[in-house]
């Protein structure tokens, strides 16, 4: 799945997402005091809008620029509260220590041997700041050989928080329905959901 893969997929279509915030950001970060956040895969920009929208600076990451120039389309009563950045974090890890907020929704972030790109993300939680990780709940996934996927490839909130270290302390790591509709097509009604703090 690269940049040309993401590009095509956005390219098919004249929106991909609803355009709504994930439901899982919004009820944990809800009442968070706002600062720097990464979104992940940031896709058409609603999470990183929604963010902006409630104080938040974010640097919002896809590697797709279809994805990202309509995101900055949509987000025209926040500019200069977002910085939509081409990259490939498989490739390229965020600044350390830089975001009070590192929101991986729903990322299909590949298993790796030494965890490097992991490691990034993780990293790049400033002291004191939050790792949210939203995932669909394994029991919704199937393989689609196919289409060379296999859920067991990719992180679950499950396989980080045994890889954290006593810099950190797991707030959440739970199962729990979805708020919103599954997406068109598929059958997604559970959320598996990690969200851990870095003391320090």
Do not use: K
């Not at 990034?120 to 996934?141: C, K, Q, R, Y």
């Amino acid at each position: 799945m690269d940049a040309q893969f993401w590009d095509e997929m956005y390219r098919s279509r004249d929106q991909v997402f609803s355009g709504d915030p994930n439901g899982v950001l919004v009820t944990e970060v809800t009442g968070l005091p706002p600062g720097q956040a990464l979104d992940v895969g940031c896709g058409e920009g609603a999470d990183a809008i929604w963010l902006a929208r409630h104080g938040w600076q974010v640097t919002a990451v896809d590697i797709s620029t279809t994805a990202l120039r309509r995101a900055a389309a949509a987000a025209v009563d926040i500019q200069g509260c977002v910085a939509w950045t081409r990259a490939d974090l498989n490739i390229t890890p965020p600044p350390a220590d830089a975001f009070d907020l590192v929101s991986v929704q729903y990322f299909p972030l590949s298993l790796q041997p030494d965890h490097t790109a992991l490691r990034g993300l993780l990293n790049a939680v400033a002291p004191g700041g939050i790792l949210l990780f939203a995932s669909h709940d394994l029991a919704d996934l199937s393989p689609r050989p196919e289409e060379g996927f296999d859920p067991g490839d990719y992180y679950q909130p499950d396989d980080i928080a045994e890889l954290l270290e006593d810099d950190w302390t797991v707030l959440i790591n739970e199962t729990r329905p979805r708020t919103a509709p599954a997406p068109a097509g598929t059958h997604h009604t559970h959320d598996t959901v990690l969200r851990a703090q870095r003391l320090r």
